[in-house]
């Protein structure tokens, strides 16, 4: 007989809620639900804030979101799922940055609170009510969660650094003129 505490349960409702948030961004991303604007729309947004090619750039974002909120959902997989959606998340978080913390001025409050939780049930474990559990933690074993969590985070602050690349030379290219025609300063 298998008894389930508090912590499985707590485990269990913060992995439905983070999960199904992740699953549905990265759903708007992907298919254009919930009012996203799906692969085309999403990828010609994240052309303008430096992450190109912005259709790539959408679908990975997507496919993290949506596969890793779906896995931690079910509690499978926990590291991986964990690991992919906090690295989405932390690029998000590198677009917002620019507006300060609070998401009601378009920071990254919201996108680090998510990330966050995703990397917290990576280093957790999904607990006993759990397709992980019930499958004996093939794909939740202890040294995955390192594995997953320094992959994902060299991966990521390859994709931010070069949006922020991309980014200052794109902001040096709009930079006006410094001198008139007579060497002084404008």
Request: glycine residues 18%.
């Amino acid at each position: 007989m298998t008894c389930f505490d508090r912590r499985d349960l707590g485990l269990l409702l913060l992995r439905l809620g983070t999960g199904g948030v992740l699953a549905a961004h990265g759903a708007q991303k992907l298919f254009g639900w919930f009012g996203g604007g799906g692969l085309s729309g999403t990828g010609a947004f994240m052309e303008s804030v430096g992450y190109a090619p912005g259709r790539a750039s959408a679908a990975a974002a997507g496919l993290a979101e949506t596969g890793g909120g779906t896995l931690l959902a079910l509690g499978l997989a926990t590291p991986a799922a964990g690991a992919a959606a906090a690295g989405a998340m932390a690029g998000a978080s590198a677009v917002h940055a620019p507006n300060g913390f609070f998401a009601q001025s378009g920071g990254y409050e919201y996108a680090a609170y998510l990330g966050f939780a995703a990397a917290g049930l990576a280093v957790t474990g999904p607990g006993r009510i759990s397709l992980d559990h019930a499958m004996g933690h093939t794909a939740d074993r202890n040294w995955m969660v390192p594995v997953a969590l320094a992959g994902t985070a060299a991966a990521t602050l390859a994709v931010i650094g070069a949006r922020y690349a991309r980014v200052r030379r794109q902001e040096e290219g709009e930079q006006g003129e410094l001198f008139d025609e007579e060497g002084v300063a404008v």
